[in-house]
């Protein structure tokens, strides 16, 4: 189980999802360009001590990201609010990378069209949309409970 991030353009967001990443045991993608540095240096100075928790793979752009993960055979799915199957009603495997859009923008249709699976958490009408991190979370969870993902405690088993 993967999460990807599509240019990324707020850090804190950023941040509570690789901070999410390390205490899961869950791989992180960075799709750049992002609207902030997206180097180890960067993330420390901004407080991020749990990144010698997490593996974060950094993509220089959407084609490159598309083609590694088409390589590695993974399925891509889709965080979008223009989804149409609540995400608790999908079937996840561990071979997914989960896609969340630019906070700002989402992802441009082209991105869009290239998911195997649009996804979306079920929210009540008229409201636009939940922060990232709150859904990449969300979504997540479920994920791993599906796939049997979760890391185990620190006795080995849950209390």
Known sequence: MRIALYQPDIPQ?????L???????????????????????????AGMDY????????????????????DAGLRLVLATTRGSLPYPAFAFSID????????????????????????????RPGLR??????????ILGEALRQTDGFPPSASGEFS
């Open 13 to 17: 967001n950023a941040g509570t999802i």
């Open 51 to 70: 990144l010698d928790a997490v593996e974060i793979v950094r993509h220089v752009s959407w084609a490159r990201f598309d083609a590694w993960r088409k």
């Open 19 to 45: 901070r999410t990443c390390a205490c899961l045991g869950v791989e992180a993608h960075i799709i750049e360009p992002a609207g902030f540095p997206v180097s180890d240096r960067a993330f420390r100075r």
């Open 96 to 123: 997914d990378v989960i896609l969340m859009g630019r906070e700002s923008a989402g992802v441009p249709d082209a991105v869009h069209d290239a998911a195997d699976a649009r996804i979306a958490v079920p929210m």
């Open 129 to 138: 949309s939940l922060n990232v991190a709150v859904a990449a979370s969300l």
